[in-house]
């Protein structure tokens, strides 16, 4: 990580954004996004597993996420604006080094301490990789950064997913130790991560952009941008907070309450993923279209009807919602990333680390209560009281209209 390029990421004027999206280099770092995220999706679904073999309490569990997002969301915000100021492309494989490291770890983890360590490592991992893996897929966007965002989180939304798929036909037949089988994925990711690096070096050095000695500043009012980003935050907390209850506790509920099968609880955490990263991609172009301020609005606030049902269902109809959830709130990251960039121009590798360190951090703060609410009053409380979070998303009633300024 000791190659430093200028702060070329800023922002360019019109007459210097390219003309064409350079798909092979979009496409590749939605591919490393893929690997690293399928990688560190595999700790979720073993809970059950390791819950077992540790006897651990819903606090414990709770407390895994916390470590594994904790270190992702606060280290996330500082190499973004480290990068931001001394851009580094080779931190893209150090970063997916560090998630082997945790992987492995965790996979030979014998004590409860160890899983900290592993997931913590997890968590480093994502911090060094997602930054400036943002920065790149808007370098190679053209000028469509709504487009770009949404392929290059289509990657991790799709390796999510993967994780409880995994975890049903591989990890929970044989056992920990098989997470260590799955090693290949970020050893790819370090090899074309390498790649990309380069490109990122050579594009950099060809290509003439207008520089300044400070990142230009909004167009809009200050006190307008402070508004619109207390907004933007307060959304990716209800999207974190319910996303949370349904990666960490959804296979528990399941279980529980319709005596599912470990296997069958996590194809039903396979769906709700699958259904988030299809659902991805479409926040960022109609977002281009017809303004990110909507695309917000009907991603966050549209779910409430659905998760205000969920909990009172039987297994048809949850099996229904959770797909429909998923859809719809995976809308809403891409275009809020997108969004406060624009707000905050010049600032894309501070702006990535913010709002992906932040969804991290909530998460696992989302964990570690919604666990303490499962051990003291039962996992279907979980549920009942995070199905009021989508109402949040009244806020973006709020937002300015970027489109049309």
């Known amino acids: ?105 965790i996979a030979a983890a014998a004590s409860y301490p160890v899983l900290l360590l592993g997931a913590a490592l997890l968590g480093t991992g994502s911090s060094v990789f997602h930054p400036e893996s943002s920065r790149v897929a808007r370098m190679a966007s053209g000028g469509r ?3 770009a965002q949404s392929m290059f989180q289509v990657g991790g939304n799709a390796g999510s997913s993967c994780g409880p798929l995994a975890a049903a036909a591989v990890i929970i037949p044989l056992g920990q130790w098989s997470l260590s089988l799955f090693a290949f994925l970020p050893l790819t990711g370090v090899v074309l991560l390498l790649v990309i690096s380069r490109w990122v070096l050579n594009h950099s050095k060809n290509r003439t952009i207008k520089r300044s000695s400070a990142p230009p500043h909004s167009p809009l009012p200050r006190k307008l941008v402070i508004r619109s980003l207390i907004v933007l935050l307060s959304l990716v907390f209800s999207k974190s907070f319910y996303m949370a209850s349904i990666t960490n506790y959804f296979s528990f509920y399941l279980i529980h309450k319709f005596g599912a099968s470990n296997q069958s609880a996590q194809i039903h955490l396979f769906l709700f993923l699958f259904a988030v990263a299809a659902g991805t991609f479409l926040g960022g172009p109609i977002g281009d279209r017809i303004g990110r301020k909507y695309v917000i609005w009907f991603s966050i606030l549209g779910i409430a009807p659905f998760t205000l049902v969920l909990p009172y269902v039987d297994l048809f109809w949850t099996t229904i919602l959770i797909f429909l959830i998923g859809f719809i709130l ?5 275009a809020i990333v997108v969004f406060a960039q624009e707000l905050l121009p010049g600032r894309t590798g501070t702006v990535a680390g913010l709002f992906f360190g932040l969804s991290f951090g909530l998460g696992g703060i989302g964990a570690a209560v919604f666990g303490e609410v499962a051990d003291i009053y039962g996992i279907e409380l979980v549920y009942q009281l995070c199905a009021f979070l989508p109402l949040l998303g009244l806020s973006a009633v709020f937002l300015p209209d970027l489109k049309h300024r």
């Open 145 to 147: 950064f709504g487009l």
């Open 1 to 105: 990580m000791t190659t430093q390029l200028p702060p070329s990421d800023i922002s360019p004027a019109p007459a210097d954004v390219p003309e064409k999206v350079n798909y092979k280099i979009l496409g590749s770092i939605s591919f490393s996004h893929f690997l690293n995220d399928a990688t560190q999706s595999l700790l979720l679904p073993i809970y059950p597993l390791i819950k077992g073999n540790f006897d651990l309490s819903f606090r414990q569990i709770g407390f895994i996420t916390f470590t594994y997002q904790l270190t992702a969301s606060f280290l996330q915000p500082l190499v973004g604006r480290y990068t931001d100021r001394k851009p580094q492309p080779y931190s893209l494989p150090v970063g997916m080094i560090l998630t082997l490291s945790g992987l492995l770890l």
């Open 330 to 334: 995976s809308s809403a990251f891409s």
